[in-house]
T-cell receptor
Framework: AQSVTQPDIHITVSEGASLELRCNYS??????LFWYVQSPGQGLQLLLK??????LVQGIKGFEAEFKRSQSSFNLRKPSVHWSDAAEYFC?????????????FGKGTKLSVIP | GAGVSQSPSNKVTEKGKDVELRCDPI?????LYWYRQSLGQGLEFLIY????????KSGLPSDRFSAERTGGSVSTLTIQRTQQEDSAVYLC?????????????FGNGTRLTVT
């Protein structure tokens, strides 16, 4: 069974500082990997996704993530955090087989930004 | 264009009552998902609809939960004889195609509180 672990429940960073949110997954093959962001009272919005190819993927809002097969990780990074990045971030893994559709989400990391 | 719309945004109900939650997916999206988001628990898959195929109900936690999708568009999630443990945010998502490679578009959710 696939699973996703986000080790950090809550992270606080200062505005302008760099950010790295950790995500580890368990899956038997190369999965599809996603990062979603959820602002308070909102649904989830897709930040970026990895399917195959280049292991460093760029997303919206200046975010990027790197797929490391050897570490089963897909960490999210941003060089300089803005106050508007305060939100909850979810890593998700999905099977890459045709017709497979069920995503497994991590429990989320809440990001607070200090002005 | 219009995103995924969910109603009501908030619902308070008494234990034992039935509730109906509605989801209007993005027009043309054939896949529709319901998830439950409990505090600190990430997203729990409930049910998946794809076109005219039989839905995957494997995530429904009990027979008090049911869902339907009429005309391949609007979906209703019904919870009968609500219990306090049903209190959560219920998120609906739709996607354009089959497979987990098709990104999900989420609604803002319905926050259900059972008193």
């Amino acid at each position: 069974a696939q699973s996703v672990t986000q080790p950090d429940i809550h992270i606080t960073v200062s505005e302008g500082a760099s950010l790295e949110l950790r995500c580890n997954y368990s899956y038997g093959a190369t999965p599809y990997l996603f990062w979603y962001v959820q602002s308070p009272g909102q649904g989830l919005q897709l930040l970026l996704k990895y399917f195959s190819g280049d292991t460093l993927v760029q997303g919206i809002k200046g975010f990027e993530a790197e797929f490391k097969r050897s570490q089963s990780s897909f960490n999210l990074r941003k060089p300089s955090v803005h106050w508007s990045d305060a939100a909850e971030y979810f890593c998700a893994v999905g099977p890459s087989g045709a017709g497979s559709y069920q995503l497994t989400f991590g429990k989320g990391t809440k990001l607070s930004v200090i002005p | 264009g219009a995103g995924v719309s969910q109603s009501p945004s908030n619902k308070v109900t008494e234990k034992g009552k039935d509730v109906e939650l509605r989801c209007d997916p993005i027009s043309g999206h054939t896949a529709l998902y319901w998830y439950r988001q409990s505090l600190g628990q990430g997203l729990e898959f409930l049910i998946y609809f794809q076109g005219n195929s039989a839905p995957d109900k494997s995530g429904l936690p009990s027979d008090r939960f049911s869902a339907e999708r009429t005309g391949g568009s609007v979906s209703t999630l019904t919870i009968q004889r609500t219990q306090q443990e049903d209190s959560a945010v219920y998120l609906c998502a739709s996607s354009l195609g089959k497979g987990s490679g098709s990104p999900l578009h989420f609604g803002n959710g319905t926050r259900l509180t059972v008193t």
